[in-house]
C-alpha cells in the first residue's frame, strides 16, 4: 500500500521545506556577518604590541596598523589607505573636541593646507577625517621620529 499525499497536505509539505529553506538561508547569512565582524574585531590590534586598536570609525577605509605616538590632542597610527595601499599617518583625534582647542586645529589644517605641499620641512596632510567618535589627519608618514 503506497502513501498518498492530497493536494493540500502537499502545498503545505512544500511550503513548510520552502520556509525552513529560508530560514536556514537567513541563519547561514546571520552566522557569516558574524564571523566577518569577528574577524574584523580580531584583526583591530596593534601589530607592534597586540593590544586591541580603539574603534575610529575608518574601518573599510584604512587598515590601522600601530600606533606612532600620542599627545594632548590625540594619538597618531600608520594606517594603510585600503583604496591606494598607500601608508599614511593618521593623527586620531577623539571628538567632542574642547572649545579651547579648535583655534589650534584650524592652525594646523591652514599651515598645513598653506605650506605642506611640496615644502621639504613638512608633512604633506592628504585629507581630513571626520567620523561619529574621531577628527581624523591623514598626514604623509615621514619615518625616522620627529625632531
Known amino acids: 500500500m503506497g502513501t498518498c499525499l ?4 502537499k502545498d503545505r509539505w ?10 536556514d538561508g537567513a541563519v547561514k547569512q546571520q552566522q ?3 564571523e ?16 586591541p586598536l580603539p574603534d ?3 574601518e573599510g577605509v584604512f587598515d590601522v596598523l600601530y600606533e606612532l ?19 599614511v599617518a593618521v593623527k586620531f583625534i577623539s571628538r567632542p573636541v574642547a572649545k579651547a582647542a ?9 599651515i598645513q593646507a598653506e605650506l605642506g605641499d611640496g615644502n621639504l620641512n613638512l608633512v604633506t596632510m592628504y585629507d581630513l577625517i571626520l567620523t561619529k567618535s574621531h ?13
Open 36 to 51: 566577518q565582524q569577528q574577524s574584523i574585531k580580531a584583526a583591530a590590534t596593534d601589530i607592534a604590541t597586540g593590544r
Open 56 to 58: 575610529f570609525g575608518v
Open 102 to 110: 579648535i583655534p589650534f586645529m584650524i592652525a594646523e589644517v591652514e
Open 135 to 147: 577628527l581624523a589627519l591623514v598626514l604623509e608618514y615621514a619615518n625616522g621620529g620627529s625632531c
Open 6 to 9: 492530497s493536494t493540500q497536505h
Open 69 to 87: 605616538g600620542s599627545g594632548s590632542s590625540g594619538q597618531t597610527f600608520l594606517c594603510r589607505d585600503l583604496a591606494s595601499g598607500k601608508v
Open 32 to 34: 557569516q556577518q558574524q
Open 14 to 23: 512544500q511550503h513548510k521545506q520552502a520556509a525552513k529553506g529560508a530560514h
